[in-house]
């Protein structure tokens, strides 16, 4: 079964730039498995960032964008704020009707 | 303003069974594809189901299939998850998400309800 993979924690300083990958344990991922990312901060429902590769949802800063790098999804942060310490899922569509979230980035801003 | 908002959730003994259900508000809830996620206690995200805008489609991770059935009533704007058989590894609070379009990712939750399966 693939497993779709996240970096467990990253890091970066205030104003910062990071990127957050999502992988699959076989395989490349491609715009046919439309990456998609969110944000989750404890006790709150996710917040959708990023579908379909790089669309920002509605309401979403610019600093945050999406794209495919190499043979990865990538979420970059641009000019990190102390808000955006969150966890950060990706899901990927498979095919065949099934969705599959990676397990998560745990980012730190300091 | 476009929402989803869950409910039906509370403690249930091991084996028994829950119904969720998920109400749209804001959009014309007819014309989107709905999923339901779950996330265990420390856990992270898990997709379970998804439904398509007129029923027509319907999937279902390994992990609930045979026991979680889901299902919607367009002129009600609902969408619901049956939930039976239900066992400890089922805790979890379940949301309730809308997809852009087919496969695309998920660009609305519902706040979650929380399922407590202990006997």
């Known amino acids: 079964q693939t497993v779709v993979t996240q970096e467990p924690s990253l890091s970066v300083s205030p104003g910062g730039t990071v990127t957050l990958t999502c992988g699959l344990s076989?395989?490349?991922?491609?715009?046919?498995?439309?990456p998609s990312w969110y944000q989750q901060t404890p006790g709150q429902a996710p917040r959708t960032l990023i579908y379909?590769?790089?669309t920002r949802s509605t309401g979403v800063p610019d600093r945050f964008s999406g794209s495919i790098f190499g043979n990865k999804a990538a979420l970059t942060i641009r000019g990190a704020q102390a808000d955006d310490e969150s966890v950060y899922y990706c899901v990927l569509y498979m095919g065949s009707g099934i969705r599959v979230f990676g397990g998560g980035t745990r980012l730190t801003v300091l | 303003e476009e929402q989803l908002v869950e409910s039906g959730g509370g403690l249930v003994q091991p084996g028994g069974s829950l119904r969720l259900s998920c109400e749209g508000s804001?959009?014309?809830?007819?014309?989107?594809?709905l999923n339901w996620v779950r996330q265990a206690p420390g856990k992270g995200l898990e997709w379970l189901t998804y439904?398509?805008?007129?029923?027509?489609?319907?999937f279902y991770a390994d992990s609930v299939k045979g026991r979680f059935t889901i299902s919607r009533d367009n002129a009600k704007n609902s969408l619901y998850l049956q939930m039976n058989s239900l066992r400890d590894e089922d805790t979890a609070v379940y949301y309730c998400?809308?997809?852009?379009?087919?496969?695309?990712?998920?660009?609305?939750w519902g706040q979650g309800t929380l399922v407590t399966v202990s006997s």
């Open positions: 998400a809308r997809e852009y379009n087919y496969g695309s990712g998920f660009n609305y």
């Open positions: 439904i398509s805008s007129g029923s027509s489609t319907i």
């Open positions: 076989s395989g490349s991922v491609s715009t046919r498995n439309y």
């Open positions: 379909t590769t790089n």
């Open positions: 804001g959009f014309t809830f007819s014309s989107y594809g």
